[in-house]
């Protein structure tokens, strides 16, 4: 149908915000000299805020992501405004976005 959003792939990743900052903090438990950690999210839609981009997940939780390289605006337009799988680093702050799955295709950011 017209202005439904495709279906996501099954997706290796957290189904949400909430899931990929409780593995993080496991992690950080485990070993608190993480620098960097792996934040597969299955859904997330990129947004500009006034303070920078975010993702945004269904349930409403955000967080926030580096768009120093444009990453913003890239992974904006591969969303279309819906929900893709993103793949990036999480420093405890901010992702930084390294991929993102959308339209049936991986990009690289």
Not at 7 to 30: M, Q, S, V
Not at 34 to 47: C, K, N, R, S
Request: some cysteine.
């Amino acid at each position: 149908q017209h202005g439904e959003a495709p279906a996501l792939p099954n997706l290796p990743g957290h189904p949400d915000i909430d899931a990929a900052l409780g593995a993080y903090a496991a992690a950080i438990a485990r070993s608190p000299w993480i620098e960097e950690f792996p934040f597969p999210l299955v859904a997330a839609t990129p947004e500009a805020s006034d303070s920078g981009w975010r993702l945004r997940d269904a349930s409403g939780a955000v967080v926030p992501f580096s768009s120093e390289r444009g990453e913003g605006w890239r992974l904006r337009a591969l969303s279309g405004g819906r929900p893709i799988g993103v793949f990036g680093e999480w420093d405890g702050v901010r992702l930084l976005p390294l991929g993102a799955w959308a339209e049936g295709r991986f990009v690289a950011c």
